[in-house]
């Protein structure tokens, strides 16, 4: 931690990263264009990037196209591939401070965030795929004694991946990582709002030996460039995070294309289930808060609707809005700041928006609801919570995506789950409760692809992530993100008759 003259002064000085990266080079976009990068620290411009359309992406894909097809990264040895991830994990560790305040810049989040979490897990994610990587093995079949069975995994090829700007470098690497230490050459494009860290990641993997063509980045409009990777008939898989239309989209134009594979990481309404049994009340409350506000709400796995047993409902209440004063909006370059920016001026509005609608459908205020910061030109909106919300109302349907937590009181298990289960998402969830049966029965029948049990987001690289009904398809990290980039293929071999041989 230093100060925010420190970072101030940093961003003062640091080379901002701006061109697209293909095939070793760092390019304009084909017609010069760029647009511009605006900061939703102050709402002012930082620099622009390049704007890459379909042509852009013809040339990055042709690219990545040449370098699977010559073999110049998946034939490497393993122990080579290993040492050339391991040192770009190093170099980012080397610049760690420089991409956690492009991250900041980018996206509004506290530099305190950036720098002890956003960037230290894209290293940790990166040096796991890379110790990874000669650990997938193929398998033989149980066979007769005339045949032998077995089979093997390839990389899939040109993997074409559009990311989110809520942790732009963190979720890159859920991506990139496994996709590389398969053999894959990969076209990536960073959402629009956040393309700096991304950019900087293709120049250190440059610098750590990752051939060109391998690792392109393209930057634009998802609407554009993402809509063209998308079609593109020479893209092996598409995988994509972010909102539930957005992968409609991608979906469709899968299916309109070559039928390329889809991964799929969408939204969510999470239930965090508060029963009357709850071990620590407090512990529950701190983390009700952390789910909601922190990364000012724009998470996925954002613990949005509240469920609070009846009994406990009022004194718990009452601790989740005294934690959550605690996140206080301030100066993302600010070390101490522990609240940022929503990351546009659009997400700013839509939030407020959502807010004011909660308030016409009569849910009850009992903390924030305003824009804040308003002088500094910024994109703030202070944590809110509101009581009272019926399992129907907007905000406990639709997905926010900001520091707004839906309170809904329930009464037994039975109603508990229902409310949890009535949704369209199954991304997260979490239940507190001193009761190993009724934890047991919440893991069962919590239709969600991950569920805490007395704790809230204990997400690890390690273990498989992804949601069930539309939050999305597919699954990342652990091992089952590294069988996301591969074809599997099988092979037979007939041992010939004794009599066919003699007759050949």
Same mark, same amino acid.
């Given at each position: 931690?230093?100060?925010?003259?420190?970072?101030?002064?940093?961003?003062?000085?640091?080379?901002?990263?701006?061109?697209?990266?293909?095939?070793?080079?760092?390019?304009?976009?084909?017609?010069?264009?760029?647009?511009?990068?605006?900061?939703?620290?102050?709402?002012?411009?930082?620099?622009? /990037?390049?704007?890459?359309?379909?042509? =852009? #992406?013809?040339? *990055?894909?042709? %690219?990545? &196209?040449?370098?699977? @097809?010559?073999?110049?990264?998946?034939?490497?040895?393993?122990?080579?591939?290993?040492?050339?991830?391991?040192?770009?994990?190093?170099?980012?560790?080397?610049?760690?401070?420089?991409?956690?305040?492009?991250?900041?810049?980018?996206?509004?989040?506290? /530099?305190?965030?950036?720098?002890?979490? =956003? #960037?230290?897990? *894209?290293?940790? %994610?990166? &040096?796991?795929?890379? @110790?990874?990587?000669?650990?997938?093995?193929?398998?033989?079949?149980?066979?007769?004694?005339?045949?032998?069975?077995?089979?093997?995994?390839?990389?899939?090829?040109?993997?074409?991946?559009?990311?989110?700007?809520?942790?732009?470098?963190?979720?890159?690497?859920?991506?990139?990582?496994?996709?590389?230490?398969?053999?894959?050459?990969?076209?990536?494009?960073?959402?629009?709002?956040?393309?700096?860290?991304?950019?900087?990641?293709?120049?250190?993997?440059?610098?750590?030996?990752?051939?060109?063509?391998?690792?392109?980045?393209?930057?634009?409009?998802?609407?554009?460039?993402?809509?063209?990777?998308?079609?593109?008939?020479?893209?092996?898989?598409?995988?994509?995070?972010?909102?539930?239309?957005?992968?409609?989209?991608?979906?469709?134009?899968?299916?309109?294309?070559?039928?390329?594979?889809?991964?799929?990481?969408?939204?969510?309404?999470?239930?965090?289930?508060?029963?009357?049994?709850?071990?620590?009340?407090?512990?529950?409350?701190?983390?009700?808060?952390?789910?909601?506000?922190?990364?000012?709400?724009?998470?996925?796995?954002?613990?949005?609707?509240?469920?609070?047993?009846?009994?406990?409902?009022?004194?718990?209440?009452?601790?989740?809005?005294?934690?959550?004063?605690?996140?206080?909006?301030?100066?993302?370059?600010?070390?101490?700041?522990?609240?940022?920016?929503?990351?546009?001026?659009?997400?700013?509005?839509?939030?407020?928006?959502?807010?004011?609608?909660?308030?016409?459908?009569?849910?009850?205020?009992?903390?924030?609801?305003?824009?804040?910061?308003?002088?500094?030109?910024?994109?703030?909106?202070?944590?809110?919570?509101?009581?009272?919300?019926?399992?129907?109302?907007?905000?406990?349907?639709?997905?926010?995506?900001?520091?707004?937590?839906?309170?809904?009181?329930?009464?037994?298990?039975?109603?508990?789950?229902?409310?949890?289960?009535?949704?369209?998402?199954?991304?997260?969830?979490?239940?507190?409760?001193?009761?190993?049966?009724?934890?047991?029965?919440?893991?069962?029948?919590?239709?969600?692809?991950?569920?805490?049990?007395?704790?809230?987001?204990?997400?690890?690289?390690?273990?498989?992530?992804?949601?069930?009904?539309?939050?999305?398809?597919?699954?990342?990290?652990?091992?089952?993100?590294?069988?996301?980039?591969?074809?599997?293929?099988?092979?037979?071999?007939?041992?010939?008759?004794?009599?066919?041989?003699?007759?050949?």
């Amino acid at each position: 931690m230093t100060s925010l003259a420190h970072f101030e002064k940093l961003a003062g000085a640091i080379k901002l990263p701006h061109q697209a990266i293909i095939e070793g080079r760092l390019v304009a976009s084909s017609t010069g264009a760029t647009f511009d990068n605006i900061s939703p620290r102050n709402g002012q411009v930082i620099n622009q /990037i390049a704007l890459c359309g379909e042509a =852009d #992406v013809d040339t *990055a894909v042709a %690219s990545a &196209r040449r370098a699977f @097809e010559d073999q110049r990264w998946r034939k490497l040895h393993y122990r080579d591939k290993k040492r050339i991830m391991f040192r770009l994990a190093d170099l980012m560790e080397r610049d760690l401070e420089a991409i956690a305040l492009l991250e900041t810049l980018d996206s509004g989040k506290p /530099i305190r965030d950036t720098t002890a979490f =956003d #960037v230290p897990s *894209a290293i940790r %994610s990166l &040096r796991y795929y890379a @110790e990874a990587l000669d650990k997938v093995h193929g398998e033989v079949g149980p066979e007769t004694s005339d045949r032998f069975s077995y089979a093997v995994h390839e990389p899939l090829g040109v993997i074409a991946a559009i990311m989110p700007w809520n942790f732009p470098l963190h979720l890159t690497m859920w991506k990139v990582a496994p996709a590389l230490a398969m053999g894959n050459s990969i076209v990536l494009k960073p959402a629009e709002l956040t393309s700096m860290s991304a950019l900087k990641l293709g120049e250190l993997a440059l610098e750590a030996g990752v051939p060109p063509g391998v690792l392109n980045v393209i930057t634009g409009k998802g609407s554009v460039a993402g809509k063209a990777m998308a079609l593109h008939m020479d893209v092996d898989m598409l995988t994509f995070t972010g909102s539930g239309p957005v992968g409609r989209m991608l979906m469709k134009y899968s299916a309109d294309s070559n039928l390329k594979r889809v991964s799929l990481e969408l939204g969510g309404k999470s239930p965090h289930i508060v029963f009357k049994d709850c071990p620590d009340l407090d512990a529950a409350a701190a983390h009700a808060a952390f789910g909601i506000f922190y990364n000012q709400g724009e998470v996925c796995t954002a613990g949005s609707r509240l469920l609070v047993e009846a009994e406990v409902h009022d004194k718990f209440l009452e601790k989740v809005v005294a934690a959550g004063k605690g996140f206080v909006a301030g100066d993302p370059l600010e070390p101490k700041t522990n609240f940022g920016a929503m990351v546009s001026e659009v997400q700013m509005k839509s939030v407020l928006g959502y807010i004011d609608t909660a308030k016409q459908d009569g849910a009850a205020l009992a903390l924030g609801g305003n824009r804040v910061r308003a002088e500094t030109g910024g994109y703030f909106v202070e944590p809110t919570v509101f009581d009272g919300v019926m399992p129907d109302a907007t905000i406990a349907k639709e997905e926010i995506f900001g520091p707004v937590l839906a309170v809904t009181t329930f009464r037994g298990a039975d109603q508990a789950l229902k409310i949890a289960n009535d949704t369209i998402f199954g991304l997260a969830s979490g239940a507190w409760t001193s009761d190993m049966t009724l934890a047991h029965r919440c893991a069962r029948e919590l239709k969600a692809g991950l569920v805490w049990i007395n704790g809230w987001d204990a997400c690890d690289i390690t273990m498989p992530f992804g949601g069930f009904k539309q939050s999305g398809v597919g699954r990342e990290g652990g091992v089952e993100g590294l069988k996301t980039c591969l074809e599997t293929k099988t092979i037979m071999l007939d041992q010939m008759p004794a009599e066919l041989e003699l007759s050949v």
